[in-house]
């Protein structure tokens, strides 16, 4: 595997980790973006944290995953 791939791998574990941080700790400043502000406004507040969470957690296993597999 080449640098650059784990490199991938590593900041998918990364941006999982700070979305699953963010969603728990319910940072204002996460969910006030405009990025999130679209699955605030649609899902609520309560659901975009679980959506966050959840993406958090499909990051962290796909990066996980691909270190082990790949």
């Known amino acids: 595997m080449e640098p650059t791939d ?5 900041i998918f574990m990364a941006l999982g980790a700070f979305s699953l941080i ?12 405009s990025g999130a502000a679209t699955f605030v406004n ?3 507040r309560k659901g975009a ?9 499909a990051l962290i296993s796909c990066g996980t995953l691909g270190l082990i597999y790949w």
């Open 49 to 57: 944290r679980i959506f966050y969470a959840l993406l958090g957690l």
């Open 22 to 33: 963010a969603a728990i700790f319910n940072f204002d400043w996460y969910f006030e973006t």
């Open 6 to 10: 784990y490199f991938i791998l590593v």
């Open 42 to 44: 649609k899902f609520g």
